[in-house]
């Protein structure tokens, strides 16, 4: 145990705050020991993107392709996914060259998970969904990125998951833009 406070212990006031309910707005910058200037936070990589204000985060071509965003939130980019038979929202940490859950720092883990609920929560609002499914597979897209999908007794595929069934239903113009921006204040809603 003591070993493993020694070695994750910088990340406790940040994990208590977190736990506590407080807000995610300043949780991006904490993984480089900001406010725990002694903890060696992230990789070196991590410590000098966060130096240099020039990098930006790049979206997977194929992600950017399939998806439009919705929203930014503390550690990830929310993004619906241009497939109308499933309201499907896609996570990506906006973390460069991460393809694994276990690849994030413990904080950006955590973070993760906060954000995920948040999404699903919202959600399942949103779309009065019977189920909310959650899966990070990457088989296709390595980049980490996690799906949220709603789904309702008897929708396309059901009960079955959606990867794989049919062909994607494109949204029309207006349709996509009215269940983006639909889904974007349910998403503040919850924050």
Avoid at 81 to 102: A, C, F, N, S, Y
């Amino acid at each position: 145990m003591t070993r493993a406070i020694a070695r994750w212990g910088c990340f406790l006031p940040d994990l208590t705050r977190l736990a506590s309910g407080s807000s995610t707005t300043n949780l991006p910058g904490l993984h480089i020991g900001e406010k725990t200037p002694n903890c060696k936070r992230g990789t070196e990589k991590d410590r000098r993107e966060a130096r240099d204000p020039m990098h930006q985060f790049q979206l997977d071509p194929r992600l950017a392709a399939d998806t439009v965003e919705v929203a930014t939130l503390g550690l990830c980019t929310v993004r619906l996914m241009k497939d109308r038979r499933w309201p499907w929202l896609i996570l990506v940490p906006q973390r460069d060259g991460i393809t694994e859950l276990h690849d994030l720092t413990p904080l950006d883990q955590t973070t993760l998970t906060f954000e995920t609920c948040m999404v699903a929560k919202a959600l399942k609002g949103f779309a009065g969904a019977d189920k909310i499914n959650v899966g990070s597979l990457g088989n296709m897209v390595p980049m980490l990125h996690v799906h949220v999908i709603a789904r309702r007794a008897g929708d396309p595929g059901w009960p079955g998951p959606v990867w794989g069934f049919g062909q994607a239903e494109p949204y029309g113009d207006e349709a996509l833009a009215t269940t983006r921006d639909g889904l974007a204040k349910s998403l503040h809603s919850e924050r």
